[in-house]
């Protein structure tokens, strides 16, 4: 890593070194078989070159908070959820050709619901917690395990949720500490994050 930031950027020794770094890493990557993983897989990896010497499109890496494999998850996922509520949204928009008992082609406009004026608390939240504008998310964290913040665990349960397995094995941290804190810190806070937005 410090090999490839000591070239400048755009020169093929920095490439050379990123190729390897990728190499390394590609194979400890979040893994799922959704049709929008490759796109978000693609987005990290532009990500990774972008930010891992300098912080072109976010913040630089750093690895005294985490590292690379858990830094380039968390990125991974909160792409991943991107393609779940598009998805879903498209899905929600996709109608079929009805006709009618005289062959005649039903305006599906004529058939759709009033859209709901209340706006989806899933992507409320999400957008929350990525911004996290008082950094409250970021300071509440596992004992002992600072990277394992509020932030990182609500969003890594957020649909489609990330298996505590998984976590457990990605943090070096047993499923049931992870799922302790997150039922003690993380669900009081999305219970007052909901009340405050009328939810509850």
């Known amino acids: 890593m410090n090999e490839a930031c000591r070239h400048s950027p755009g020169s093929k ?5 990123l190729t390897q770094i990728i190499r390394l890493v590609d194979s ?13 897989l693609q987005e990290t990896w532009i990500y990774f070159c972008q930010n891992i010497c300098e ?11 985490a590292g690379v494999v858990t830094w380039l998850n968390n990125y991974l996922r909160w792409r ?8 879903v949204k498209q899905n929600q928009q996709k ?3 009805r006709v009618s008992n005289d062959n005649k082609i039903i305006d599906p406009v004529d058939n759709l619901p009033a859209k709901s004026s209340i706006p989806p608390l899933l992507e409320e939240i999400e957008q929350w917690v990525l911004a996290d504008s008082q950094n409250k998310l970021r300071q509440i964290y596992v004992e002992n395990h600072p990277q394992i913040t509020a932030q990182t665990l609500i969003l890594s349960r ?7 397995k998984q976590l457990a094995a990605e ?3 047993s499923a049931g500490t ?7 810190k993380c669900k009081p806070l999305l219970r007052e994050f909901s009340k405050s937005q009328g939810y509850v």
């Open 13 to 17: 020794e920095r490439q050379q070194n």
């Open 28 to 40: 400890q990557l979040w893994r799922e078989s959704t049709p929008y993983y490759e796109d978000a």
């Open 55 to 65: 912080g072109n499109s976010g913040k630089v890496y750093d690895p005294d908070k």
């Open 80 to 87: 991943l959820k991107d393609g779940y509520i598009k998805t």
């Open 95 to 97: 109608v079929s050709v």
């Open 158 to 164: 957020l649909p489609p949720e990330t298996p505590w």
């Open 171 to 173: 943090y070096g941290v």
């Open 178 to 184: 992870l799922s302790s804190f997150y039922q003690r």
